[in-house]
């Protein structure tokens, strides 16, 4: 029912910047928040960061903290992060996800059943 697309990966050298935008559509009504996950090469997926419809909660992994802002636009149905003083460690494809609550990207258990996904946007931070 939610539709998610993701723009801005790209190539940039360590310390650069770079700003992931996610378009969603349909039935947005059912998801009060929306984020971030990545998966590097060979790694497992982890959390990047979270924010409510409201803006009032927003939540970033210790990895990021600092570094990166999430944002939204609701009138253009639109999330975005913002990605300062990249570091090789951040190349990884970035995915855009949705969900009811926020919880559902702290919390690994509920990350894995995240209800809707975008395709992903590779960013690669070049040493």
């Known amino acids: 029912q939610v539709h998610l ?15 992931l935008s996610c378009a969603a559509s ?14 590097a090469p060979g790694k497992e997926r982890e959390f990047v960061a979270a924010i ?10 210790d990895s ?4 990166f802002t999430i944002s939204r636009d609701n009138a253009k149905n639109t ?5 300062n003083s990249l570091k ?12 009811p609550s926020t919880t559902h990207f702290t919390k690994a258990t509920l990350t894995r059943s995240m209800p809707y996904w975008g395709k ?8």
């Open 64 to 67: 990021v903290k600092g570094r």
């Open 79 to 83: 999330v975005y992060l913002q990605m």
């Open 5 to 19: 697309v993701e723009s801005g990966g790209g190539l940039v050298q360590a310390g650069g910047s770079l700003r």
């Open 52 to 61: 409510s419809w409201s803006g009032s909660s927003r939540y970033y992994a």
């Open 26 to 39: 349909g039935r947005t009504f059912s998801t009060d928040a929306m984020g971030w996950i990545r998966q």
């Open 88 to 99: 090789p460690e951040d190349t990884a494809v970035y995915y855009c996800a949705a969900a």
């Open 120 to 127: 992903g946007t590779l960013v690669t931070v070049s040493s």
